[in-house]
């Protein structure tokens, strides 16, 4: 625990690691039970409210005002809230074993703007860490391939896009803690995700029966709430460690992931999931040590 106290980052990026990873054990559930992904976007938006009025009361509601702020906060949440929505149609186009090991590695788009423009350095096993990581997140991503025909790479594009914008999203936020509050950064990343919603109804074929019911946006809600408050304690694990470590510490998420579908649903991974899983343990000691 001392440890840890010395290190207030680690143990805000170790919160957003487990929740995430829990996050993406179930948040199937609800589409699988008929609610479609673009609503259960819209009910994650909302639950970043609570979250965002809990981050300005510690802050006595004393937000940044400033148009810099303004700006530094609606790329961050345009960027990954608009990534989401980009990633919802290039899986609409496209197959998930290509798009999400593209996606995935969006932590090296970060981890170079953070070499170059902040100056950030790794010493001694975290740097071993870090690319065992990135090694590890693209084994994790793996997907079996399918035999759908594709007429289109315009997915490719897409995903393309997502892969810089949630590199540059981590980036510009970890950047941004320099200037403003970590509460304030929050606040705007909520109100562009609400900015969206528009958008994700749009997106939404209400062709098909939506449920309404408790499986749908209600179990939505609770699940989504813990990608919010990981979206939170990631923004403070920038405030304090670098970019360059924080980012593909976060990624390593789908650890968790595997471990919960192992236990509850005797999902047994892949082997190269597998190999992505031992190598994460590594990379997790390397960095955190």
Known sequence: MTHINKRPWLLYALVTTLFWGVWGAFIEIPEKAGFPATLGYVVWAFTMIPCALFALKKINWKLNTQARNWVFGLVVGLTGAGGQLLLFQALRQGPAYIVFPIISLFPVVTIFLSLFFLRERAAGKAKLGIVL???AIALLAYQPPSHNNFSSYWW???AVMVFFMWGIQAFVMKMANSTMEAESL????ALAA???????IYMTNFSVPVNWGWKGPGLAAGIHLLNSIGALTLVYA???GKA???VPLTGLSPVITILISLLLYNVIPHPVTLAGLVIAVVAIYLITE
């Not at 929050?186 to 990343?189: D, G, I, L, P, R």
């Open 244 to 246: 360059i470590i924080v």
């Open 156 to 158: 490719l594009v897409l």
């Open 194 to 200: 609400l900015l969206l919603t528009p958008v994700a």
């Open 238 to 240: 920038l405030r304090y």
């Open 186 to 189: 929050f606040f705007y990343m």
């Open 133 to 135: 990581a990135l090694v």
